[in-house]
């Protein structure tokens, strides 16, 4: 089992509004891959209730309301996908691990997921997980 982190689903599912580097459609590419393995039952992944939230948010600022809605709903009817809901406290524990490996406060409660879930490997795009000695991330 991996962690799936936000930024896999928003390169997935935003849509470009103007023309993109090719590296920027490599990573587009690869994240619709993943999500296309997800979708289809392919394998069993983990995530927040705080990234479902971070992936709704940011994807309610650059597209319609409904079709943002009819994601967020498509991801929390997936079986295979875990949402683990944290509690204030692992909030709070994330904080402080985000000050000391110096990575996104939502990064830091990831990892502290996975520690808790003995997930050593995440799906994301974000290059703070490379500061966590012990997670491996996946790209493709």
Same mark, same amino acid.
């Given at each position: 089992?991996?962690?799936i982190?936000?930024?896999v ?12 580097p090719?590296?920027i459609?490599?990573?587009?590419k690869?994240a619709?891959n993943i999500?296309?393995r997800?979708?289809?039952?392919e394998e069993?992944?983990?995530?927040? /209730?705080? #990234? &479902?939230s ?5 994807l309610g600022?650059r597209? =319609?309301i409904i079709?943002t809605? $009819? ?11 875990d949402?683990?809901?944290p509690?204030?406290a692992m ?12 990575v996104?406060?939502?990064?830091? /409660?990831? #990892? &502290? ?10 799906? =994301?795009?974000?290059?703070?997980? $490379?500061k966590?000695k ?6 493709a």
């Open positions: 089992m991996r962690f982190d936000a930024s689903f928003l390169y997935a599912y935003l849509k470009p509004k103007k023309r993109i090719v590296d459609e490599v990573l587009k690869n619709r999500v296309r997800i979708e289809n039952r069993q992944v983990t995530t927040t /209730l705080i #990234h &479902i971070e992936i709704a948010n940011i600022s597209s =319609s079709t809605a $009819d994601i967020i709903s498509s991801l929390l009817d997936l079986s295979n996908l949402i683990v809901e509690s204030k909030y709070e524990t994330s904080i402080e691990s985000s000050r000391s490996y110096n996104g406060i939502n990064d830091a /409660l990831a #990892h &502290i997921v996975m520690e808790r879930e003995n997930i050593s490997e995440v799906y =994301s795009f974000d290059g703070d997980f $490379d966590f012990d997670v491996k991330r996946v790209t």
